[in-house]
């Protein structure tokens, strides 16, 4: 006999009781359940008060998309609302298993984005790294290249600035993995290219040369780069002047990738410039005013990536640097996310491609200190 029909039998012998000498079940007064029935593989899951009048746990069904619900019993990536599972305000990772999307992200047991999200096929595809909550966050490698990005890296100075740091100078490679040689706060280290670990001593940074890892063509005198080096005593002069009470200058703005190099666009005359790692103007991409959403030149960046690669580049830019949402592949009219990789296919081009999940938008200090 299953330990679940045990726990019934006892349950309703003992609830019997109790019946007779009041006029409707009652919980109280009887000795209780008999440990916890074993339930199936997903979708089951257990859940307290569900038989025997409520009384004692038991085994129940995800409840599907549309489906009538209790609270919590919605499957993963869906929310009860009213009294009815239903996709989520924002795209959390799970939530695209709900959505008849070409794409579904990869998803973590808490819920949460992988780290590595790849896109494509394996061979053309492309590998990014995401922030936890679904944020594309620096770093990149095509897919056929990408068997050991980790975007370690990229999430850990994430991570540091969520916690208030501003002057984070820990260095990624351009696939988020960790930079062999690492300074920060003053010392600098030899580290693991996967797991971030440091390796061997730790010295001042004036000493860096002292370490195996430090390669002189590669780094040079200085271990900051133009670009970050530039961004690095910014952020120092503005966190002095706000100890001191002030917020908003004059100071020209450097946006960096986490590698050192000069990130998407830069902040030139009053406007917004796509540019490349070396901070030459990619085309003539550039926006005024910041777009909803912010400005990523995606598609912009692209185009150059693949010249750079060997590859032939045939998508369609905006004038702002990102991805035309409705393209052209092949004999096909499709959707296209901010990374230029199809979600959905169109049949009549006259209709709009189909929202996709929100993610969420965060303002970075670049950006802030031009809208103050």
Known sequence: MRQGELLLIFSLAVLGSVTAQNDFPSCSGFIGCLGEPECGPYPNLLRPNRTVNSCCPGCVDHVVLGGECDPKECLPGLDCESGECALPATGTCQSYEHRDLLWKPKCELDGT????????????????????????IFGQQWWSK??????????????????????????????????????????????DNITGQTLGEVVPEPMMQMLPCYNATAVGDSYLRRCDSAEYALKVIRDEMRTHGTVGDAFVSKNCGYDGSYGEYQFESG???????????????????????????????????????????????????????????????????????????ITDTSEACPSLPATPYVLTEFEFFKLV
Request: a negative charge; proline letters at 3%.
């Open 113 to 136: 984005f992988s780290a590595v999200q790849c896109k494509g096929e394996r061979l053309s595809g492309r590998c990014y790294c995401y922030s936890e909550d679904g944020r594309r």
């Open 146 to 191: 990408a068997e050991n990005m980790t975007c370690g890296c990229s999430r850990k100075i994430e991570a540091l600035k969520q916690q208030g740091r501003v002057d984070v100078t820990i260095h990624c490679t351009e696939d988020g993995n960790f930079d062999t040689l690492q300074c920060d706060s003053g010392v600098c280290w030899c580290a």
């Open 271 to 345: 406007n917004r410039y796509c540019t490349w790692r070396d901070n030459s103007r990619i085309g003539s991409f550039m926006v005024g005013q910041l777009p909803p959403g912010g400005m990523n030149c995606y598609c912009a960046r692209d185009s150059r990536y693949f010249q750079e690669s060997g590859y032939l580049f045939t998508m369609l830019c905006s004038g702002d640097g990102s991805y035309i949402p409705m393209q052209s592949l092949e004999d096909k009219t499709v959707c296209v996310d901010k990374d230029g990789f199809p979600y959905a296919e």
